[in-house]
């Protein structure tokens, strides 16, 4: 079946430090991949996507691309600033593949980010 | 426009009581999710809607759990003979498509003590 695997957190880094959150999966069809933000006291957000190899998503300074060689969608951005403390998700969907029944997303297990001045 | 809505927003419960989990989607969506966050995982897809019927039932852990979305708007999530395992945040989420992007909802805290 589909799975997500995402760094451990908590990630603490200091303002304007370069970030990197590490995100491989599994898939047994063409999957979309996406990074979801949850910021405290709020619900999911979503923060960008990708819907095939090669592709790479971007918002509000954020990066990842789609690498199908290595099955990894890592998050990037180059300067953090406080406001970016929140947990950030890893996650799928395969619309077109085996399981069918929708886009039901696939999400890995959240890495906490804490940006300190 | 407004987003979509879950209620209550924490429910407390004692062990073997009858739930049942509201949520208002944004109009015009017509695919409708729910999934279910413990403490510390992501998300864990339940069940999923296209329209009033539900399309893929596969997440729901057992038959105690049971959904509706009568007339292809609003979606309750019911949960029968509650345990102290069912305690978790449970997610709404809709999306105006099957194939566009879902917002999620703020949630419903369940509690069973």
């Known amino acids: 079946g589909n799975s997500v695997t995402q760094m451990e957190g908590p990630v603490t880094l200091s303002e304007e430090a370069f970030l990197t959150i590490n995100c491989t999966y599994t898939a047994t069809g063409y999957p979309s991949l996406f990074w979801y933000v949850q910021y405290p006291g709020e619900g999911l957000q979503l923060l960008l996507k990708a819907t095939k190899a090669d592709d790479k998503g971007s918002n509000k300074g954020f990066e990842a691309t789609y690498r199908k060689e290595t099955t990894s969608f890592h998050l990037e951005k180059g300067s953090v600033q406080v406001s970016d403390s929140a947990v950030y998700f890893c996650?799928?969907?395969?619309?077109?593949?085996?399981?069918?029944?929708?886009?039901?997303?696939?999400f890995g297990t959240g890495t906490q980010l804490k940006v300190e001045l | 426009g407004a987003g979509v809505s879950q209620t209550p927003s924490n429910k407390v419960t004692e062990k073997g009581k009858y739930v049942e989990l509201r949520c208002d989607p944004i109009s015009g969506h017509t695919a409708l999710y729910w999934y279910r966050q413990s403490l510390g995982q992501g998300p864990e897809f339940l069940i999923y809607f296209q329209g009033t019927g539900a399309a893929d039932d596969s997440g729901l852990p057992n038959d105690r759990f049971f959904a509706v979305r009568p007339e292809g708007s609003v979606s309750t999530l019911k949960i029968q003979r509650t345990e102290r395992g069912d305690s978790a945040v449970y997610l709404c989420?809709?999306?105006?498509?099957?194939?566009?992007?879902?917002?999620f909802g703020p949630g419903t805290r369940l509690t069973v003590l």
């Open positions: 996650a799928l969907s395969d619309l077109g593949g085996l399981t069918g029944g929708g886009n039901k997303l696939t």
């Open positions: 989420a809709s999306s105006l498509n099957i194939a566009d992007t879902q917002y």
